[in-house]
């Protein structure tokens, strides 16, 4: 009875054991995400990653090559305006565009700035000159009194009520209309999918934070089999 007993208490743990295992491994796995997250001060960026490059345009990724970071960096603060004063990375020389029409990258209290993946186009200054106007000439007629020709200009609104919510103020323009472009030029490495790289954003007001950014991987990832490869997703057999 001793021994039947034993090896019942055996079976048992063993197969708590397995189960256990089971949950352990998936406890461990996490969705795969494109971009990184941090916060310093009232500022938040996210989405932080390193754009894979498209065919057709001049992004490598390839040591002395370029590559693009694209982010969303939002100012929580209710008053008071930031600036991202510069990017600095052991990867090359940052470059940042800002968007077009501004001098620099300005963060408005409650504001979103989009970090693009294509070049800002920086539309050329449009020109407009008023149409000369005209006034009849009063006409005199003999013993009759004098009269002139009145002209009303129409009548014009300082703003389009239109869009406007109730007390009049204009729906907030979408960030990713008009986005900022931030380049790192003359790699000094291969940057490779998978791996992430450190990059410091720093703020005027806000300070300098640091970001593990990683590496988009594209739309499609190949997977390269070898004998230490685990089965692909959907060979899993049950036994548990």
């Known amino acids: 009875m001793v021994t039947v007993a034993a090896l ?27 971009g990184n997250s941090a916060d310093v001060g009232d500022l938040a960026l996210r989405n932080v990653h390193i754009v894979y490059p ?33 990017i600095t990375t052991d990867l090359g020389t940052v470059k940042i565009t800002p968007a077009a029409g501004k ?37 005199t007629t003999a013993g009759a009194p004098t009269t002139t020709a009145r002209t009303t200009a129409p009548t014009t609104t300082a703003a389009d009520s239109h869009g406007a919510d109730d ?4 729906p907030a323009a979408d960030p990713e209309a008009n986005p900022i472009l931030i380049e790192i030029t003359g790699l000094t490495k291969d940057i490779t999918p998978g791996l992430t ?7 005027k007001q806000n300070g ?22 685990g089965p692909a997703e959907g060979e899993h057999k049950g036994g548990h």
């Open 54 to 86: 498209a065919e057709g345009t001049s992004y490598t990724n390839a040591k002395g090559g370029k590559a693009v970071i694209a982010l969303s960096i939002i100012n929580n603060s209710e008053s008071v305006t930031d600036e991202l004063a510069s």
């Open 8 to 34: 019942a208490a055996g079976a048992a743990i063993a197969l708590s054991g397995c189960g256990a295992g089971q949950i352990s491994q998936t406890a461990e796995q996490v969705a795969a995400v494109n």
């Open 197 to 203: 790289y450190n990059v410091s954003f720093n703020f």
């Open 103 to 139: 001098s620099g990258v300005q963060l408005a209290p409650q504001q979103t700035v989009v970090a693009g993946t294509h070049p800002v186009k920086h539309a050329a200054p449009t020109t407009t000159t008023a149409a000369p106007t005209t006034t009849a000439a009063p006409t």
């Open 167 to 170: 007390h009049g103020a204009q």
């Open 208 to 229: 300098t934070v640091q970001v593990q950014v990683p590496v988009d991987a594209g739309l499609h990832t190949e997977r390269h089999e070898s004998d230490k490869s």
